[in-house]
């Protein structure tokens, strides 16, 4: 085992020092995993229901302290930190009440044969599923996972990001507060090469759930497809937001910087292209760069900024340097462009054309704002569609059929009239098209997701 430093990445501090699992100690908590299955399995769905209950109840007594250690651990502005810690309470809530309300199917007899036979079906778990969380979302992402699975029976392997892993490891306190039987629920952050050959390849791992990049979710369906396992990807976007002529633009600008400010750029759903209809490009230009020049710089923990850092100064001079090339594409800066450690200012580039890297597939996990102009619906359909990408997308218009016509053109897995596709309603199936992902999340469809359908068949029944 070796251990890793936790800094906060505004200020360079050392958080904690947490240890590192190695191949042993990961492949130790999938043999407990395993074991806790058939027991987790048999618990009654109202018994599972009340533990994560009391999960919740634990979590929200102790929300502050939980936001505050996210707040810290990654740079989030704490208003967010919060919201994203009773995101989590709720997931928990919401995903007991659904399991309890999942119902099965009773086949009618609707050909020769099958007369006075009873068939009917049933969810039954999965098995052992590991999920693997990313550093932008750490505690929601957490939830959209783990709250399913363990409603519908399966026992759980959570590995937390290593860049912030704080507040995920702390977790486990209040699950076991809830009561949760050993090897029901496990955390723990590691390294990739043990994650790949004892969690991933490993055969005893029925399932794994993944947020993170397009890239990594390509490794890990390679590392797992010789046990075929169920894989369920929550991967990258470069998601476009459609600004037509008519659009409200204060409800427009609201919308763009409230999407891609939110943790300071770092959000996979979030509009990273900017397509505006050409009579409003310099309109909108100029007053975004009013409004984000506005917004307040400050750290994470201060209840008014909106501006403070990335997860850490690797990940800004990344998104500096993505800055860089597409100025060196030709487009022209018009605010932000500069780092400063971790943080990066707020940066609107214009001048976009359809052929540079980031109006097509260049996702840029930062505070970037390109504004590519556009002049009719089908060629704004044509450069949105344009990308290996499909996760979500937003149009602004006062046109409802235009809304829809457009809407039902765009290639995502949501399209949002008047606002961004940074939209994520907790129960909604969640999950893009094209390479950003595979399978869906959220309480409308996780539970079922994570668990078999299974036929029961009683043959002459009725007879």
Request: net charge negative; aromatic share 6%.
């Amino acid at each position: 085992m070796s251990e890793l430093k936790v800094t906060n990445p505004m200020t360079g501090e050392v958080l904690d020092t947490v240890t590192l699992a190695g191949a042993e100690e990961v492949q130790k908590m999938v043999d407990l995993a395993v074991a806790a299955e058939e027991g987790w399995a048999a618990t009654p769905v109202y018994a599972r229901a009340e533990y994560l209950y009391r999960f919740a109840d634990a979590l929200e007594k102790d929300a502050e302290y939980i936001s505050q250690l996210s707040a810290k651990d990654m740079a989030k502005p704490i208003v967010q930190a919060r919201g994203e810690t009773m995101d989590g309470v709720k997931l928990l809530r919401a995903a007991a009440e659904r399991a309890k309300h999942l119902y099965g199917e009773v086949l009618s007899d609707s050909g020769p044969g099958f007369e006075g036979d009873l068939v009917f079906t049933k969810r039954e778990p999965l098995g052992t599923i590991a999920c693997i969380i990313p550093f932008n979302f750490p505690i929601e992402l957490t939830f959209q996972k783990i709250a399913p699975a363990l409603a519908m029976g399966n026992t759980v392997l959570v590995k937390a990001p290593s860049a912030n892993p704080l507040a995920v490891l702390a977790l486990d306190k209040y699950a076991k507060v809830a009561g949760l039987p050993e090897g029901v629920l496990q955390f723990f952050t590691s390294d990739h090469e043990a994650v790949n050959e004892h969690i991933i390849a490993n055969p005893k791992v029925d399932a794994i759930s993944l947020t993170g990049s397009t890239a990594a979710g390509k490794r890990m369906v390679k590392a797992g497809a010789d046990t075929l396992k169920r894989t369920f990807l929550e991967l990258g976007g470069n998601d476009a937001l459609l600004i037509f002529e008519d659009a409200d633009l204060d409800r427009a600008l609201d919308e763009m910087v409230t999407s891609r400010m939110e943790n300071n750029g770092q959000v996979c759903c979030s509009s990273k292209r900017f397509l505006v209809q050409r009579s409003i490009y310099d309109e909108v230009a100029k007053r975004l760069v009013e409004r984000l020049t506005a917004l307040k710089r400050g750290s994470a923990l201060d209840e008014e900024a909106a501006v403070t850092a990335l997860v850490s100064e690797r990940a800004a001079k990344e998104v500096e340097e993505q800055i860089r090339h597409t100025i060196e594409q030709g487009a022209e800066l018009l605010c932000g462009g500069t780092r400063e450690g971790a943080r990066v200012e707020p940066t609107v580039l214009v001048n976009v054309t359809p052929e540079m890297d980031i109006a097509s597939d260049l996702e840029i996990f930062g505070p970037v704002f390109p504004l590519i102009p556009f002049d009719t619906e089908e060629e704004a359909v044509r450069i949105a569609n344009n990308s290996i990408y499909g996760l979500s997308s937003g149009l602004m218009t006062r046109d409802m059929n235009r809304a829809f016509r457009v809407g039902s053109k765009l290639k995502a897995g949501g399209a949002v009239v008047n606002g961004s596709g940074g939209y994520r309603h907790l129960d909604q199936p969640f999950g893009g098209y094209k390479q950003s992902g595979l399978g869906r999340e959220g309480i409308s469809i996780s539970l079922e997701e994570f668990s078999h359908i299974k036929v029961y068949v009683v043959k002459g029944a009725f007879n």
